[in-house]
């Protein structure tokens, strides 16, 4: 059996998948939602792989948001057979988050960012990227129940500054077949950034009426799409 493995994204943690697991589950889908530890790309990355490689049997990765860059490099791993992008970054090997976002005009994101230092022992601080609790509902979460997106903006799971400017070593679209999401009323990603990323990975593409967090707004639909890939590999 498939196990599909979901890879959540910066500013957000396992939990963002809440609506979208139980559909899963209820298809009799196994599903992992591990977490990530949003310290860089090449690390993360290779966290992720680490979670592949333990697994008995084929893997479809599913990466939302900086999670899409994430898998696209994990997803190299032998048993991945299949890449799921939602509202998500499908870097091209050698590029950076913040080269393939530089192309695009900004998203409301980018006046919402709260960078704050952090201690790294032995070595000069780090710096967190999270977006301002104020503004986050709007920008994040502007489809979903206010009270819910009020609790998310509070337990943000921030980002390194590092992870934006790390070039992916490999592009795992380039040999395994993909689909990709786009959210078409994203504040937080460039919903054209998304449209390039899947049009040159040679993504089945699927465009949803959503904010970024597509997989709470739009639950049954994303589930349909990860049924669809998995019949598919």
């Known amino acids: 059996m498939t196990t599909v493995v979901l890879v959540h994204g910066a500013f957000a943690d396992a939990s963002s998948f809440a609506k979208l697991i139980p559909e899963l589950l209820g298809s009799g889908i196994k599903v992992i939602a591990p977490a990530v530890p949003n310290r860089s790309l090449v690390g993360d990355s290779a966290y992720i792989a680490s979670i592949v490689r333990g697994i008995d049997g084929p893997v479809l990765l599913v ?60 070595a000069e601080d780090g710096t967190d990227v999270s977006v301002d609790i104020e503004k986050f509902p709007a920008v994040f979460a502007h489809d979903i129940d206010p009270s819910l997106a009020r609790v998310l903006a509070v337990s943000q799971r921030p980002l390194t500054a590092l992870a934006f400017g790390e070039p992916a070593p490999v592009a795992a679209w380039k040999t395994t077949p993909s689909w990709g999401v786009v959210s078409t009323s994203d504040h937080t990603i460039n919903p054209d950034v998304e449209r390039f990323g899947y049009q040159r990975a040679g993504a089945k593409v699927t465009e949803i009426d959503s904010s970024h967090l597509v997989m709470l707004s739009h639950p049954q639909q994303v589930a349909e799409i990860i049924r669809e890939a998995l019949a598919s590999i």
């Open 63 to 122: 990466g939302h948001s900086y999670g899409g860059a994430v898998i696209t490099v994990a997803g190299a791993e032998e048993n991945v057979k299949g890449l799921v992008y939602l509202s998500g970054y499908a870097l091209d090997e050698g590029e950076s988050l913040g080269e393939l976002q530089g192309g695009f005009p900004d998203s409301d994101l980018a006046q919402a960012l709260v960078y704050t230092k952090f201690p790294i022992p032995g």
